[in-house]
């Protein structure tokens, strides 16, 4: 199995095909859409890419959920994600790192939680998986 | 306006690769203006029949139930010009397939030799947005992109 180094690399590689951005742009703490300028299609194309990458399958919403609370006001209220929403997302994106986000849960800020850091966690995660061996 | 920018598909292999022909006439409005004196079939346009292709192949693995929109082009590549004349072969391979979407691969040439290439990403409107935003109606193959494919049999048929 890749070290968490080669699988940086690998996704800094597949964001650069996928984004068209210079490797120097990304960082591990990038957000795809704010840092990188990706769009909603970009997500699916990263998706494709690392499947490709990684000979793994990724479910639909597993990595990048859609709309995750749908304005659910159990789990956003007054534009700010309410504590069980926090921890509908910690279940949902486990391999999100949520503190940051925790001090000020606004919505409008969820999609910082999309960073390349992330989805390196994702992959070494799925790759740890007795199915993807 | 006839936006349809293949004339007939060559081959056909369901959900894995597609070749389709486009003869270049000079008669083609476009090439009044692109340019003056000067005919070449503009980028964009060559690209539409790779789409075209493309997109026929990845719609028709669901029976033409899928409303199949280009996306997004990650990247292409132009080696030289097509010139009135000039028939370009378009071949279309599918490098991936899910229920949101699809990647095409893709390459344009003329006498065997290839003058651009790409990559083309395919969205299913149903699978990748909220369910039912764009409605029953499929307007991506309403007509004359899906007759494409009867044309085939017709000439299979009288072919043998």
């Not at chain 2, 079939?41 to 075209?52: D, W």
């Not at chain 2, 071949?91 to 899910?98: G, T």
């Not at chain 2, 229920?99 to 149903?126: R, Y």
């Amino acid at each position: 199995m890749p070290n968490q180094e080669e699988i940086y690399s690998k996704v800094s590689a597949t964001l650069m095909e996928a984004l068209n951005v210079d490797e120097e742009e990304i960082k591990p703490t990038s957000t795809l859409q704010g840092d990188l300028g990706a769009e909603s299609i970009d997500f699916l194309d990263i998706v494709f890419r690392l499947e490709r990458e990684f000979g793994i399958k990724i479910p639909r919403g597993e990595l990048f959920p859609e709309s995750i609370f749908q304005g659910d006001p159990e789990f956003v209220q007054n534009g700010k994600v309410t504590e069980k929403g926090l921890s509908e997302l910690r279940a949902r994106m486990p391999y999100a790192d949520l503190r940051e986000f925790e001090k000020n849960p606004e919505i409008r800020a969820i999609s910082d939680l999309f960073t390349v850091d992330m989805i390196t966690r994702y992959i070494q995660g799925k790759l740890g998986e007795p199915s993807n061996n | 306006m006839r936006w349809i920018w293949i004339d007939r598909f060559l081959e056909f292999h369901r959900g894995k690769s597609a070749r389709a022909i486009k003869s270049l006439s000079m008669a083609e409005d476009y090439f009044g203006d692109h340019f003056p004196g000067y005919p070449v079939m503009p980028g964009t346009l060559i690209l539409e029949g790779l789409a075209q292709t493309g997109g026929v192949l990845v719609g028709e693995v669901n029976d033409f139930h899928e409303k199949v929109v280009l996306a997004k082009i990650p990247w292409a590549r132009f080696y030289r010009e097509a010139l009135p004349g000039e028939q370009l072969i378009y071949d279309a391979e599918v490098l991936h397939l899910r229920p949101e979407g699809a990647v095409v691969g893709g390459k344009v040439t003329v006498d065997d030799e290839l003058i651009a290439e790409a990559e083309v990403f395919f969205a299913f409107l149903d699978k990748s947005s909220s369910p039912q935003a764009f409605g029953d109606q499929n307007f991506v193959f309403s007509g004359e992109l899906k007759h494409l494919l009867g044309l085939v049999k017709v000439l299979a048929d009288r072919t043998g």
